[in-house]
């Protein structure tokens, strides 16, 4: 008992710290660049700006096919075995270099076939020469993420993300345009890929490798499966935008990630948390299933006692939350999509947990079938809804589309563990839920914060008794409960 204490702090801190440097970097990503958006904005006419915001978006886009699928793979490989560090490092740098220079005349020539302007055209060639640094940065992240050492992409990200923003600042002050942010953005990258480059020299072997054709081959045959999901993925993420921009209207393009900027934060929580434990679920998945499916219970039931407070608070303060964020009533049309997008959120926790387990029980295909549903799900409820119903149905259609997902993870990991009760797992975060749900409603005409602090205290209150009820007090809640861990 006193050697396991020692222990489970020690990987608890571990996750802890892989989770945080995860978040730092996403959310420092994603905000840099919300910042300088809104620099530009304010030095440049809206067409500059449309200018950026279609590049990155196209971008981002052809990123999934650049980069082939290879992260995953490399980070599921070399979880269980990393002496194949230095060999997955050389072939996997060679084949996303091939797909990255594809990727990147592909993306030019998309931008001459659209017939933009001239100026556009440029501004979206610029972005493309991005594909590449970005592309082996990734292979790169792959390897830290299956080493465990999830801090090297945030000494990577953290520091080249602060200096974007000051220099994007600069560039506008001196009166360079769009095209100079676009460099800059590129250069960004490259740092980002040099100096994660000279970070992984620690995690290479001495020893020379050799190149094989035929390996780099299979390490592309082996990583297409993953890009299907990625590439699919990708198309079911602008569904709901596309379909409300050409339905609706720009108008409500806006209120609508409006509501899902908000639930952002909770979500890359989520995200880096279970991506953080996915080495550890690849451990478990080729030793033992079953030592699997209790850590995947484990970790669902752990995230919803999370994520039950957030999401409860986000549906009671979402106008609070909406004018904290954007400062316009306006905005507060989004309140009721923020509601409905809540569950959601929900769903994704689930989804998020079983979709790595499926990747870490070697189910890559099976998880690439139920995206091809999702993404036609989505297209036909959100077609419908958003017609009746314009921007709340687009919301309605997400949730739809949400709830079949996780079916569809729930069936697949039930086959797969055989068996899959999440009933046990989820029941104490949402009995605690539904006191604060209670306090929130009795307290809702005292205003936000006195209604959002005491909502808080009772789930807190709630969940630690629960939890020392049902583990037999103090010491069997930490011998017992994070032995899923510790195993």
Not at 57 to 81: E, H, N, S, W
């Amino acid at each position: 008992m006193t050697r396991s204490r020692p222990r489970q702090r020690t990987l608890l801190a571990r996750v802890a710290r892989n989770s945080a440097s995860l978040l730092a970097s996403d959310v420092l990503n994603k905000a840099t660049t919300f910042a300088v958006y809104a620099m530009l904005s304010r030095f440049a006419d809206p067409r500059t700006f449309g200018q950026l915001s279609l590049g990155l978006l196209l971008l981002y886009t052809f990123q999934v096919f650049a980069c082939m699928g290879l992260p995953k793979l490399i980070t599921r490989d070399l979880a269980g075995d990393r002496s194949q560090t230095a060999s997955y490092f050389l072939h996997g740098n060679v084949v996303i270099s091939a797909s990255s220079l594809v990727a990147t005349v592909a993306l030019a020539l998309f931008a001459l076939i659209m017939r933009y302007e001239h100026d556009t055209v440029l501004v979206i060639s610029a972005l493309a020469l991005g594909l590449l640094p970005y592309a082996l940065s990734t292979v790169a992240e792959a390897i830290f993420r299956a080493w465990e050492t999830m801090h090297c992409i945030a000494i990577a990200n953290v520091p080249v993300n602060v200096l974007k923003v000051a220099a994007a600042f600069a560039l506008l002050k001196a009166g360079f345009g769009v095209m100079a942010i676009a460099l800059l953005l590129v250069a960004c990258r490259v740092f980002i890929f040099l100096i994660e480059w000279l970070l992984l020299r620690n995690y290479l072997e001495r020893d020379r490798v050799t190149f094989s054709l035929g390996y780099a081959k299979q390490l592309a045959r082996r990583s297409t499966t993953f890009l299907g999901i990625d590439g699919v993925i990708a198309i079911w993420a602008s569904v709901d935008v596309v379909l409300l921009s050409k339905l609706r209207g720009e108008a409500e393009v806006g209120l609508f990630s409006a509501a899902w900027q908000l639930l952002l934060p909770a979500k890359l929580f989520f995200q880096s948390v279970v991506t953080s434990v996915f080495p550890m679920m690849c451990q478990r998945g080729m030793a033992d299933l079953q030592d699997l499916k209790r850590f995947v219970r484990w970790l669902i039931e752990f995230l919803v006692v999370i994520g039950m407070p957030i999401g409860i608070g986000v549906y009671f303060l979402a106008e609070s939350g909406l004018m904290l964020m954007y400062g316009e009533e306006r905005f507060l049309a989004s309140a009721d999509v923020v509601r409905v997008l809540v569950f959601v959120l929900l769903l994704h926790v689930m989804t998020s947990v079983l979709g790595h387990a499926l990747w870490a029980g070697l189910k890559e295909r099976l998880t690439l079938r139920i995206v091809v549903v999702n993404v036609v799900v989505n297209l036909v409820a959100s077609y419908f809804l958003i017609n009746a119903y314009g921007l709340i149905g687009a919301a309605y259609g997400s949730l739809l589309t949400w709830m079949v997902n996780g079916w569809q993870h729930y069936f697949a990991c039930s086959k797969l563990f055989i068996g899959m009760p999440l009933t046990g797992a989820m029941w104490r975060g949402v009995a605690a839920g539904a006191a604060m749900v209670a306090c929130f409603a009795m307290l809702k005409s005292d205003g936000p914060f006195l209604a959002g602090s005491a909502a808080s205290v009772c789930y807190v209150f709630a969940i630690g008794l629960l939890m020392l009820v049902t583990h037999g007090g103090l010491q069997g809640l930490r011998q017992n409960y994070f032995a899923p861990l510790l195993k």
